[in-house]
């Protein structure tokens, strides 16, 4: 399926790289290597493209570029602890909402790669004898030391897994289409549109734990 200026396989491969807040290494050079021209980073991670207009400008439409901007990173979590029988002990990272999270796949990014996991859940016919949600993912290690021998550490982080599907062949529904659909919006401007004014695209960073990113580029 295609629409003009969006491939949707491309779109799917985008949502589908792992990156959350302070992560977002690998989404960003995704997206430096759909862009012909040279991007740069700035010190908190933001990846920027910066071009001039077509037209002439006075000196004062000069200092006014147009920024556009759209966030990487996507809501997760962080590995604090690794339990003594290999549960992964996590932290919220962005706007998690608690009551979905029993019985969800995730997936571990680790230096040794990505590998699944599950957060665990209360059978209904235990609830009864007291047992309550622990909120751990599960990689089905044994002991903290088969969670080491994984590649798997603390600090490396978790993201939810993720399945691409058309809905009535029109509509695509994915985790983290906010805001990797306006990522890929930005890298077809930059791709396609000859625009007139000078302007700047920015793939912005931390938007989901504060628009860090983003104020971080406003107050230049």
Avoid at 55 to 77: R, W
Avoid at 106 to 131: F, R, T, Y
Avoid at 193 to 210: C, D, F, K, P
């Amino acid at each position: 399926m295609e629409y003009k200026f969006v491939k949707v396989s491309e779109l799917i491969q985008l949502c589908s790289i792992p990156g959350i807040s302070g992560r977002e290494e690998l989404v960003r050079g995704r997206i430096a290597s759909m862009i012909p021209g040279i991007c740069k980073i700035d010190s908190i991670g933001n990846l920027i493209y910066e071009e001039g207009g077509s037209k002439d400008v006075t000196s004062v439409e000069k200092d006014n570029s147009v920024l556009l901007m759209a966030h990487m990173d996507e809501i997760g979590f962080y590995i604090t602890d690794v339990r003594e029988d290999g549960k992964l002990t996590i932290r919220n990272v962005g706007g998690i909402i608690e009551e979905t999270l029993p019985g969800t796949f995730v997936e571990v990014v680790s230096q040794n790669g990505i590998m699944d996991g599950v957060i665990g859940a209360v059978p209904p016919h235990l609830k009864g004898d007291g047992e309550v949600f622990d909120k751990c993912v599960d990689v089905g290690a044994k002991s903290r030391n088969d969670v080491y021998n994984m590649g798997i550490s603390e600090l490396d982080y978790v993201v939810f897994k993720k399945t691409g599907v058309i809905l009535n062949n029109d509509n695509l529904a994915m985790r983290s289409l906010d805001d990797r659909f306006g990522c890929y919006t930005l890298s077809q401007v930059v791709n396609n549109v000859r625009n007139t004014s000078n302007y700047i695209s920015a793939w912005t960073v931390q938007e989901e734990v504060g628009l860090r990113g983003a104020k971080a580029l406003t107050q230049l």
